[in-house]
Antibody
Framework: QVQLQESGPGLVKPSGTLSLTCAVS?????????WSWVRQPPGRGLEWIGE???????NYNPSLMSRVTMSVDKSKNQFSLKLTSVTAADTAVYYC????????????WGQGALVTVSS | QSVLTQPPSVSGAPGQRVTISCTGS?????????VHWYQQFPGTAPKLLIY???NRPSGVPDRFSGSKSGTSASLAITGLQAEDEADYYC?????????FGTGTKVTVL
């Protein structure tokens, strides 16, 4: 059973960079799947941030594209998210998830990591 | 940003049937992209409930079913149970990005 676990600082200062890592266990990040980040502001709905394939190919939400970078570390079986120039609007629970072909549904999710942007 | 529109809330008594609509457009659901549904309890991660419009992952009760027609999709819960009280989200693709519905809170009366 594939498991995903987010890790990273829970507090980031405004204008700083949010950095999160998602460790994958029970499966290989080199399998034929895409790996995504999804966020959920407190009390609100879900927003897809972007996805990455094992080759490093990425697709980003156009609304966040200028601030987002995703990467994959095959040796550690994990993938990462960086979001620059953060503001209070970026405060959210950040989930990593696996999306599987061919329909690309998110079939496995991490437990989520709350990141608060505040000085 | 493209979104899928859902009713904010639906409610029903135990044993009843409730449906949640997910209204999109010609650029997403209407373009033929699959619709998936997720169930989320407070403080927990979403869980895949329906994938590919009408398929249930292993372990999901058959009282949950999905359908799709034109630019919309629906999730039906038949034989509503107290444990079904949660938030539900639809999800699809819009050519460049994966999009979620606005979310629906299901209340069991």
């Amino acid at each position: 059973q594939v498991q995903l676990q987010e890790s990273g600082p829970g507090l980031v200062k405004p204008s700083g960079t949010l950095s999160l890592t998602c460790a994958v266990s029970g499966g290989y990040i080199t399998s034929i799947n895409w790996w995504s980040w999804v966020r959920q502001p407190p009390g609100r709905g879900l927003e897809w941030i972007g996805e990455i394939y094992q080759t490093g190919t990425t697709n980003y939400n156009p609304s966040l594209m200028s601030r987002v970078t995703m990467s994959v570390d095959k040796s550690k079986n994990q993938f990462s998210l960086k979001l620059t120039s953060v503001t209070a609007a970026d405060t959210a629970v950040y989930y990593c998830a696996r999306n599987v072909e061919p329909a690309f549904q998110f079939d496995h999710w991490g437990q989520g990591a709350l990141v608060t942007v505040s000085s | 940003q493209s979104v899928l529109t859902q009713p904010p809330s639906v409610s029903g008594a135990p044993g009843q049937r409730v449906t949640i609509s997910c209204t999109g457009s010609r650029s997403n659901i209407g373009a033929g992209y699959d619709v998936h549904w997720y169930q989320q309890f407070p403080g927990t991660a979403p869980k895949l409930l329906i994938y590919g419009n009408n398929n249930r992952p292993s372990g999901v009760p058959d009282r949950f079913s999905g359908s799709k027609s034109g630019t919309s999709a629906s999730l039906a819960i038949t034989g509503l149970q107290a444990e079904d009280e949660a938030d539900y989200y639809c999800q699809s693709f819009d050519g460049r990005l994966r999009i979620f519905g606005t979310g629906t809170k299901v209340t069991v009366l």
